[in-house]
Nanobody, 128 residues
Framework: QVQLEESGGGMVQAGGSLRLACTTV????????MAWFRQAPGKERDFVVQ????????YYADSVKGRFTISRDNAKNTVYLQMNSLTPEDTAVYYC?????????????????????WGQGTQVTVSS
């Protein structure tokens, strides 16, 4: 059974930082591209960032470029999202997602339907 569990969310003031982690149970992690999405109150869930299965490619939404950094540790089955210079507009529930791919696949996957496995989400609240 595949499980993804996010952690690291919380409340922070504008300009602050948080690091989210998503740990997977099951063999999916090392075989998957990993991504973070977020859903703000009253809005649809949006793509934030993706890292390829081999870690060689990353893709960021324009709204987070230069502030957020995704990384993965295959030995720990964990993907991280370092978030700096946070603003109230970053307030949302952040979801981790996994898309099984072949090792050499570095394509960009930005839609929810492309991801087979999801975590339950972790709340990030940024106060002004």
């Amino acid at each position: 059974q595949v499980q993804l569990e996010e952690s690291g969310g919380g409340m922070v003031q504008a300009g602050g930082s948080l690091r989210l982690a998503c740990t997977t149970v099951g063999r999916v992690f090392s075989r998957s591209a990993m991504a973070w999405f977020r859903q703000a109150p009253g809005k649809e869930r949006d793509f934030v960032v993706q890292i390829s299965r081999n870690g060689g490619s990353t893709y960021y939404a324009d709204s987070v470029k230069g502030r957020f950094t995704i990384s993965r540790d295959n030995a720990k089955n964990t993907v991280y999202l370092q978030m700096n210079s946070l603003t109230p507009e970053d307030t949302a529930v952040y979801y981790c997602a996994a898309k099984p791919t072949i090792l050499s696949d570095n394509r960009y996957f930005a839609t929810e339907d492309e991801y087979a496995h999801w975590g339950q989400g972790t709340q990030v609240t940024v106060s002004s």
